[in-house]
């Protein structure tokens, strides 16, 4: 799911290329554009079929942009999912201007009882985990095997974060690299994360958990591991190839 999330952000040569190697047959590029109240333009993803599942890998934007919008107080709040809580809207927005194509290409390609997953990175992520919470809660015949995040903010309030943790546990898996500065926007109490956190340390150990002590003392560590640039950290640890590096290193 990491690898499909990187992936996202590669051409459609690479993406189609890839997809062959994986062993998928069935290819669709999902480009939008829109025009919402803050700065991003359009929303990219790719829907791969198989003979066995079907991989939705949506794409991110630069931390630089998200933390402009996401920082946005006045943002109205969006319906959540099956009338359940609220989302923020530039991610509603943001998935509704694909979701048509989206849901078309899984219907396309499930003509074999395949299972369903979706992956993303940055807003890749907000959008990935929104797309699994609007085809439970809007569809429920159908429901995602597994959502996969990396570096996801924060995306709904309490209301539908306490339902699609129910929903979805123990199919949910949502990567956090130390310092990374995205999953700690929009600020709470408004908006919340769901649960399932997966937390990589500075040392690139992957947590079920991140006690508050023995946690605060890994972002320090994890802040003073450049001393020449200790602001960047949540930036750098932001970097979808931080995330592969790390889970990578714990396959070995």
């Known amino acids: 799911m990491a690898r499909a999330a990187a992936l996202a952000y590669q051409d459609e040569a690479a993406i189609d290329a890839a997809a062959r190697t994986w062993g998928f047959d069935r290819v669709r590029h999902h480009h939008t554009t ?6 991003l333009e359009d929303t990219q993803a790719y829907t791969l079929g198989g003979h066995s599942m079907i991989i939705t890998s949506f794409r991110g ?14 943002t109205p709040p969006w319906p959540g999912p099956g009338g359940r809580g609220y989302v923020h809207y530039g991610f509603a927005e943001a998935l509704q201007a694909v979701w048509p194509q989206v849901r078309a290409a899984v219907d396309e390609f499930r003509d074999n009882g395949q299972t369903v997953w979706f992956t993303g990175h940055s807003l890749g992520g907000a959008l990935a985990m929104l797309a699994g919470a ?11 095997n597994g959502v996969y995040t990396f570096g996801q903010p924060r995306t709904c309030d ?21 310092n990374d500065i995205v999953p700690q926007l929009p600020p709470e109490p408004t908006f919340h994360h769901v649960s399932a956190l997966r937390y990589i340390d500075a040392k ?9 002590l023995s946690g605060v003392l890994d972002h320090a560590r994890g802040l003073t591991a450049d001393a020449l640039a200790p602001a960047s950290d949540g930036v750098r640890d932001h970097s979808m190839d931080a ?3 790390a889970l990578e290193q714990n396959q070995n």
Do not use: C
């Open 61 to 74: 934007t630069e931390p630089a942009q998200l933390r402009d919008w996401l920082s946005d107080a006045t």
């Open 158 to 178: 309490r209301q539908l974060s306490k339902e699609f943790n129910t929903a979805f546990s123990d199919r949910m898996y949502r990567f956090v690299n130390n």
């Open 34 to 39: 829109f025009r919402p109240p803050f700065p």
């Open 243 to 245: 995330y592969l590096q």
């Open 204 to 212: 690139g150990a992957i947590h079920h958990t991140m006690p508050l």
């Open 134 to 144: 609007r085809l439970h809660f809007e569809e429920p015949h159908v429901t995602a």
